[in-house]
């Protein structure tokens, strides 16, 4: 059973920082790129940052400068540390799992943790 756990949302103040975590289990966490994405109210889903599971990384241009995605692959765990947060910045933040090998993608998500920046 593959699981997906988010952790470290919460409440902030514009300016201040947030470390989020995304634990997994029942996937060969090594081999698969791992995201965030997040979701603000009334929004699609947008990708916020990526690595692969060779460490190559990418951020979206909303957050290049104040995000940074890394990963322990012998925690099989994900980070995305956040700096000089921003309102909107607000979002449900998802963690994903992906790989495609052989034509077949296996795509797995988390449940999501809520990240508030507010005064």
């Given at each position: 059973?593959?699981?997906?756990?988010?952790?470290?949302?919460?409440?902030?103040?514009?300016?201040?920082?947030?470390?989020?975590?995304?634990?997994?289990?029942?996937?060969?966490?090594?081999?698969?790129?791992?995201?965030?994405?997040?979701?603000?109210?009334?929004?699609?889903?947008?990708?916020?940052?990526?690595?692969?599971?060779?460490?190559?990384?990418?951020?979206?241009?909303?957050?290049?400068?104040?995000?940074?995605?890394?990963?322990?692959?012998?925690?099989?765990?994900?980070?995305?540390?956040?700096?000089?947060?921003?309102?909107?910045?607000?979002?449900?933040?998802?963690?994903?799992?992906?790989?495609?090998?052989?034509?077949?993608?296996?795509d797995y998500w988390g449940q999501g943790t809520q990240v508030t920046v507010s005064?």
């Amino acid at each position: 059973q593959v699981q997906l756990v988010e952790s470290g949302g919460g409440l902030v103040q514009p300016g201040g920082s947030l470390r989020l975590s995304c634990a997994t289990s029942g996937i060969i966490f090594n081999i698969y790129t791992m995201g965030w994405y997040r979701q603000a109210p009334g929004k699609q889903r947008e990708l916020v940052a990526t690595i692969t599971s060779g460490g190559s990384a990418n951020v979206a241009d909303s957050v290049k400068g104040r995000f940074t995605i890394s990963r322990d692959n012998a925690k099989n765990t994900v980070y995305l540390q956040m700096n000089s947060l921003k309102p909107e910045d607000t979002a449900v933040y998802f963690c994903n799992a992906n790989r495609l090998a052989i034509g077949v993608l296996r795509d797995y998500w988390g449940q999501g943790t809520q990240v508030t920046v507010s005064s």
